[in-house]
């Protein structure tokens, strides 16, 4: 299981970090991935992490402003979200498979979600 938390109000240009703890089976052998849903769109990539070697990937739209990282002996992701933006706005889920794959950023590959928190930026 995945619980995602950190989510919240915040002004543009400000920080929010978001968690993702799995339980039951180590995440460190995982593939996983921060994905977010906007009001009435569809479910979009934001990062990915690999496991092993950790090597990560972002959408566009968020290099440069945040990062994803895991901390393997808490079983737990992680999202920091800088000079955060209005359009940064949606609800964020955390996402894991058991490999990885090279379609990291399609949705549906994932076998595991979170339940989803929210980021608000206000202008």
């Known amino acids: 299981q995945l619980q995602a938390s950190g989510g919240g109000l915040v002004q543009a240009g400000g920080s929010l970090r978001l968690s993702c703890a799995a339980s039951g089976r180590t995440s460190s052998s995982y593939a996983m991935a921060w994905f977010r849903q906007a009001p009435g769109k569809e479910r979009v990539f934001v990062a990915a992490i690999r496991p092993g070697l950790g090597t990560t990937y972002y959408t566009d739209s968020v290099k440069g402003r945040f990062t994803v990282s895991r901390d393997n002996a808490k079983n737990t992701v992680y999202l920091q979200m800088n000079n955060l933006k209005p359009e940064d706005t949606a609800v964020y889920y955390c996402?894991?498979?058991?490999?990885?794959?090279?379609?990291?950023?399609?949705?549906?590959?994932?076998?595991?979600w979170g339940q989803g928190t929210l980021v608000t930026v206000s202008s």
């Open positions: 996402a894991a498979r058991g490999y990885w794959s090279v379609t990291y950023y399609v949705p549906s590959i994932y076998n595991y």
